[in-house]
């Protein structure tokens, strides 16, 4: 492998026009597809198999034309002049505005005056418009209906706002990529100490970004994507484009300052570092696509579409970047800046340097950094322990925005959560009193007094029904055999006590069937949140053994060790349960949550366990790749294991410092964003990132490897023999090309630079 690697970057490096104008041409290709064929996204969530989406078809297959799942958006009205919205002037005008918004897809208009949803103040109020279609098929005309209404009630002296899922649609600042990109400039100009030099890695990930961005933009046109997924395919693309890269560029810099050619350098460092590079991408893309395992459609988009982004990387790292060495040519090493050091990131073997002094010190203290690195990583995933996970609602939406404007006025008028409304299907085709059913599930559901703020049954049932309310609910009854039953609850949508409330009321109606006949179900847009964030919980043990499954037998393949694979494994479960623990105590508990731009505890973003394992494990495997294979080369070369860690810990640490580094900074860039799913991912790697390279990579592992010496390297000799050799370590090609007498430098290969 490391032989056509090898021919790869030294065909890629000569034939440098060729190479940079396919790209490009791919570049332009997708932008122009981009501007042309591009869709809106869509951030609804369903499943199939699931109770809240049962009770939607049961409501779509009896009274067709109807959209339980529509989208649906909140007008709410306030008044500051001391007057009241029931005022005849300020009717008038909430009247007035309400009729703007009427477009051929709004299904109904559900005034304040009509519904009651007026505050006791009589100074806030709001209406409900439900849509026939869900938010990523409306149009603009729709839109511009809605804000329509706005400007003429804000015109008569009301403040509106616009609330609701209709017209939300989570969007990532292109401050996140632009701050990703400065700190990962500053990064590779302390790596490399050369203007040029930094610059390659930025020019190759920025390219590959746009490629994959336009191209999943231009699939918006034709399927349903979530706003998520390009926001975490630009971060995935931007921080792996940027490392692989980096670990290229670092080792064609090493091979240049040894005195080769320069095409035989780039063919080198391709076939060498193009090898961790290639393995460590396919355990990433294997980490994202076994996502669709879940067989959760959103989940499995992000991850595809994550996986596409790597592979993009790796492809560009592997071919565009020795293209634009050869572009580059002596200036690629050169070019260096006044105040910084022209630097070799791989280090002269004869220099001591820090990484060299931090592995030395972790070998002499191995047992205390193992014990005290463990004992740090329990307490900081102690907060895993009380994670609650939920779908983000409005009440984390950015301060002073109308979304939030609208959930805050709303919740403090009307109860948090008049924000969710429960509602209770009773199917009633199976039973042989219709009404009495309604009414019994009615009572139950009055009968709950922990966190219910109201029960609106159906018109017709209750002993306060008049006898033609109770004949006109008892004919609809025999026309669809379905009613509907409204609970408002204390709690919002997405908190805790929302969800116990969800479990006492399916658990209270659980024995209907076999009193009446009939059954409930618990439906409407926060149980769905409930329900999707509970299979998602189901689905994890499964996703976890199959994606650790695969990259274990992949890494058996690069490293020929059985305890080197274990060891990647455990050290990743370390890095995830210290992510999750930080998240946890700054979204769910506050704890500094100012300072990425937050100001309100929200639960975990109920895809963030899944997402977080499958993002994390693969780019903990890169480091582990990087870092442990530069180990395995000194090893293979006859170096002695113990010594093997200190000389590939040496070589490798400053690059897999500045590849951390930058992605820590791209990660974190996006955590300062507006959107909540998108804070959460960007601060979760983050975090995951610092742990697994500083703690778990150079600090746990060089001191578990230095315990255990010679047989961290242990193989069955059967299994030695029937596993092909990939020569991760570029050992055979060494061999063909024939190894240089003397690698170290001197004054007439420098001089060649």
Known sequence: MAWHLFRLGRWSFRHKKTVVGLWLALLVLGGVGASTLSGKTDDNFSLSGMESTEAFSLIKDRTPGSSPDGASAQLVFKTDDGSTLTSAANKRAVTAALKEVKTKHVASITSPYDAGTISKSGTVGYATISYTKQSVDLTDADEKAAEAAKKSATKAGIETVIGGDAFSEASTSSSAEAIGVAIALVVLLITFGSLVAAGMPLITAIIGVGIGITGITTLTGFVSLSSTTPALGSMLGLAVGIDYALFIMSRYRHEVTLGRPRDEAAGRAVGTAGSAVVFAGLTVVIALAGLSVCGISFLTQMGLAGACMVAIAVLIALTLLPALLGVAGRRATSGRIRFLRDRDPEGDPSVRTNGRRWVELVSRFKVPALVGGVLLAVVVSIPVTKMELAIPDDATAPSGSDARVAYDLIADNFGAGANG?????????????????????????????????????????????????????????????????????????????????????????????????????????TAVGIDISQKLNDVFPLYLVVVVGLAFILLVLVFRSILVPLKAAVGFLISVCVSLGATVAVFQWGWLNGLIGLDVKTPVVFILPLLLTGVLFGLAMDYEVFLVSRMREAYVHGTPAKEAVKEGFAHSARVVTAAAAIMTGVFAGFALGDAVMIKTIGFALAVGVLADAFLVRMTLVPALMSIVGERIWWLPRWLDRIMPNLDIEGEALARRLGRDQDDEPTPEKVEQR
Do not use: W
């Open 421 to 525: 409304p429960l509602v209770v299907v009773v199917d009633t085709a199976d039973s042989s009193d219709a009404l009495g059913a309604v009414n019994s599930v009615v009572s139950d559901l009055e009968a709950i007094t922990d966190d219910v703020v109201s029960v609106v049954p159906p018109t017709g049932s209750g002993a306060d029904a008049t006898a033609a309310e109770k004949k006109a609910l008892t004919k609809q009854l025999a026309s669809v055999s379905y009613a509907t039953i409204t609970v408002i609850p204390t709690s919002g949508p997405a908190d805790s006590a929302t969800k116990e409330l969800v479990k006492t009321i399916r658990a209270d109606l659980s024995d209907l069937p076999e009193q009446d006949g009939a059954r409930a179900l618990v439906t409407g847009q």
